[in-house]
């Protein structure tokens, strides 16, 4: 007698529930699909104790006819599908009729339903996968589908369900997510008569954002549209300085079904770039849409994954996109300031001084205060919209403006140039010219970021702020940076300027580094014109399994200008390295380019090494805090800032400059009410 036996039908749904149902939320997740599926403009969802004790969905849709109640509740069972051809045209989001029947194998089912207006439709009761009531029952046109008891039959499972609060977290979280990707349906969620969630089904997708994010992030999207000739896409991101701790914020709609794919993810922390700081993720909302024959929709059990066949030409798509709304809005944060709570004054009584008279007051009114007086400003005569600076040496005179100092109503006192203890540098192998002079001023070599061994001095700006060079790429056309007009230094870190609109903080290290970085970034692009041989090399030590890591990754290493030779053993020898490297630096730069090398497990990408050793270099040059600036030197790098591609973050992510408004400090004073 053969060992192998076919399992009966109520064994076989239990198994696929294993499947299919991991927890309340797969369930709330797969009644709901069905409904959207059916053509619901109404889906009302309810659940007590976090899914386990009651999941009752109602929708207003097409509803189940009489004829398919009993057949809905067998596996393999669909409507969506008739034939293999159709799995590669899938417009639906469900389709293998595995979830009913999944479902009423672990729970108490009670489904009603009418296909027809006419007020009457059928009851079909469902216990641990056997049917023990089927009847007309009064009912309006859609479907109710209550689920009880999840699990009663299976302790082990049920066992090991998490807290109510938990579980109660994965219901709100999809059903947040299924609200956003379909804005035209009005969803509303409780739990335990608590009102969780409720759209009004307008289409409005920012509205429904608001709902589940608040209003207050809400108004800090930014809307997302494009098109090409296989995708479109349409949506809401964040701003920069509105993010989260992790990537739950992150919404990816694909044809109507919320997936999750990690190459989509990644395009869009791709196109934040610098704009971020370390493991703070942004905000988004994103519909994508595409034939269906591009993407295949049946890899995941629970159907949240899935495989595109363009999937490089997707990435670049939607990394475009953002990237281009991103440039072309004007990133300064505006300082938030705790509102302060009222305090409470007991009232006091006047016992030796008795108040004015009401008349002695009408006879001598106060004075109104004279209106405060108009600071005169060279953008009066201007056009209020910001013409980007020429591509000028700092220092260099405008010919088409006045000096800043003509411009400004009260100049910054001029302070003594930092002359505490710096580090020690290397002279360049070439000698630098003076950028200032009239030949300098024309040529398109820029100066190289060298830190002075003393004070900022006016003549060696150049080397702390170096000139930009003509960028390869094509930038497109963004708001400008707004023209600052420093007043002074605060605490030797932060830069205090003004400006029509408001009062601005700028911190000198990270717009330094911002300007070191987009510098040091183009010159890792043309390393071969850079490299030079040292006259002492420089010595690295590493074990035997790193040393054999290195050996393997050495042509990367050549590819931005530093070129190791093994010395035997687990000892390396760095022959050369780009002149522009900041001195005394070079040893600590190669050791952390080579850990990152040993860190990366995958094939290393040259753009990502040149980013990192671009940031590497542009903190370790940068300007630090507690350094006093003069007013010329404090001119000089606002000038460079605005001259930047990303003249808003840090290559870090960090801000870098923060704005308090007229409106604001108004307020602060109590100007305006």
Known sequence: MGKIKVLDEHVANQIAAGEVIERPSSIVKELVENSLDAGSTRIDVTVEEGG??????????????????????????????????????????????????????????????????????????????????????????????????????????????????????????????????????????????????????????????????????????????????????????????????????????????TIRNYAVSGAVMSAYHTLLPINRYPIAALHIGMDPSLVDVNVHPAKLEVRFSKEQELVRFIEDQIRSILR????????????PKAAVVQERMELYRSAPAPDALADHPLPEPPPPPRIPDERDTVSETFQAPEQLPVGAARPDSEPRETARSAPPVEKEPYSGA?????????????????????????????????????????????????????????????????????????????????????????????????????????????????????????????????????????????????????TFLVRALPYWFPAGEEKALVEEMTEWLLAEKKSVELTKLREKAAIMCSCKASIKANQSLSTTEIEALLDRLAACRNPYTCPHGRPIVVSFSTYELEKMFKRVM
């Not at 379909?182 to 920012?206: I, Y």
């Not at 072309?328 to 509102?339: C, D, E, F, H, Y």
């Open 52 to 257: 386990l004790q009651l999941i009752r969905v109602t929708d207003n849709g097409s509803g189940i006819a009489t004829e398919d109640c009993e057949a809905a509740f067998f596996r393999h069972a669909t409507s969506k599908i008739e034939s293999g051809k159709d799995l590669f045209h899938i417009r639906t989001l469900g389709f293998r009729g595995e979830a009913l029947p999944s479902i009423a194998a672990v729970s108490k089912v009670e489904c009603v339903s009418a296909a027809e207006t006419g007020g009457l439709g059928r009851k079909l009761i469902i216990e641990g996968g056997s049917i023990k009531a089927f009847q007309e029952t009064a009912a309006s046109r859609g479907t109710d589908m209550t689920v009880r008891e999840l699990f009663y039959n299976t302790p082990a499972r049920l066992k090991y369900m998490k807290t109510i609060q938990t579980e109660l977290g994965h219901i709100s979280d999809y059903m947040y997510r299924l609200a956003m990707a379909h804005p035209h349906v009005a969803f509303s969620v409780k739990h335990n008569g608590n009102l969780l969630l409720q759209t009004l089904g307008n289409g409005d997708l920012l509205q429904v954002m608001a709902a589940v994010y608040g209003t207050s992030t809400a108004k800090a999207l930014l809307p997302v549209q494009g098109e090409n000739a296989d995708y479109t896409l349409k949506g809401y991101v964040s701003r920069p300085d509105v993010t989260r701790s992790n990537r739950q914020g992150m919404t990816i709609v694909m044809n109507g079904r």
């Open 328 to 339: 072309g809005q004007v990133l300064i944060p505006q300082a938030s300031r705790p509102t």
């Open 422 to 570: 710096a580090k020690e540098f290397r002279e360049p192998v070439r000698q630098p010219v003076n950028p200032y002079s009239q030949k300098q001023a024309g040529s398109r070599e820029p100066a190289y970021p060298v830190q002075p061994k003393s004070g900022l001095s006016y003549d060696k700006l150049v080397d702390i702020l170096p000139a930009k060079e003509d960028a390869a790429e094509t930038i497109p056309a963004a708001p400008q940076f707004p023209r600052l007009d420093p007043i002074g230094q605060m605490h030797g870190t932060y830069i205090v300027a003004q400006h029509e609109n408001g009062l601005y903080l700028i911190d000198q290290h990270a717009a330094h580094e911002r300007i070191n970085y987009e510098f040091y970034y183009e010159k890792f692009g043309k390393p071969a014109e850079a490299s030079q041989q040292l006259l002492v090399p420089i010595t690295l030590e590493f074990t035997s399994a790193e040393a054999d890591v290195i050996r393997d990754k050495l042509p990367v290493l050549e590819q931005v200008g530093v070129y190791l030779e093994s010395f035997g053993g687990g």
